[in-house]
T-cell receptor, first 114, second 111 residues
Framework: DAGVIQSPRHEVTEMGQEVTLRCKPISGHDYLFWYRQTMMRGLELLIYFNNNVPIDDSGMPEDRFSAKMPNASFSTLKIQPSEPRDSAVYFC????????????FGNGTRLTVT | KNEVEQSPQNLTAQEGEFITINCSYSVGISALHWLQQHPGGGIVSLFMLSSGKKKHGRLIATINIQEKHSSLHITASHPRDSAVYICAVRNSGGSNYKLTFGKGTLLTVNP
């Protein structure tokens, strides 16, 4: 199994630009999570999906952030317009089941907004 | 909200030493996760446990539900064990089902 695949690995963009992060979960996993990691706040859950349906997006910082999961093998996290404070590492993770199931993380996307 | 505290924040050891990283939490949980993150790298799930003890190679994770405490042990530490180790807990019951993460422990193992 290839594991959770994220792209790009690094993204540098200017303030105001649109950024799209991509994730391919492990085949067969029914839960997909988007996390953000910063030095100040550590890992934070942004949103998660179950069977492609968004279940809880209360962690999404503001309306500039949106996430979609059009099918079981693909999800995107979009920031429009981007701001310097969005600079962080964004992780996608998937799991088989929710409670008491191990999470499988991707390698993350390091986003820098200048 | 569960408060998750890890100690120490930073740990430096010599190759071969026995390592212990601690995690304490404030509210009852259904599960506790130990994660490993290498510098600039992805996050790997090491253990998920709700009671007792689990072992994988040189890594051992224990949890004491009554004391709300877990430890991660590394025997015969090696420089490749150098990483950030993160504890995460999921509350039991209620609507606060999200994982709460500790700030991590940075382990450096010198040859």
């Amino acid at each position: 199994d290839a594991g959770v695949i994220q792209s790009p690995r690094h993204e540098v963009t200017e303030m105001g630009q649109e950024v799209t992060l991509r994730c391919k979960p492990i085949s067969g996993h029914d839960y997909l999570f988007w996390y953000r990691q910063t030095m100040m706040r550590g890992l934070e859950l942004l949103i998660y999906f179950n069977n492609n349906v968004p279940i809880d997006d209360s962690g999404m910082p503001e309306d500039r952030f949106s996430a979609k999961m059009p099918n079981a093998s693909f999800s995107t996290l979009k920031i429009q317009p981007s701001e310097p404070r969005d600079s962080a590492v964004y992780f996608c993770a998937s799991s088989l089941g929710f409670y008491n199931s191990p999470l499988h993380f991707g390698n993350g996307t390091r986003l820098t907004v200048t | 909200k569960n408060e998750v505290e890890q100690s120490p924040q930073n740990l430096t050891a010599q190759e071969g030493e026995f390592i212990t990283i601690n995690c304490s939490y404030s509210v009852g949980i259904s599960a506790l996760h130990w994660l490993q993150q290498h510098p600039g790298g992805g996050i790997v799930s090491l253990f998920m446990l709700s009671s007792g003890k689990k072992k994988h190679g040189r890594l051992i994770a224990t949890i004491n539900i009554q004391e709300k405490h877990s430890s991660l042990h590394i025997t015969a530490s090696h420089p490749r064990d150098s990483a950030v180790y993160i504890c995460a807990v999921r509350n039991s019951g209620g609507s606060n089902y999200k994982l709460t993460f500790g700030k991590g422990t940075l382990l450096t193992v010198n040859p």
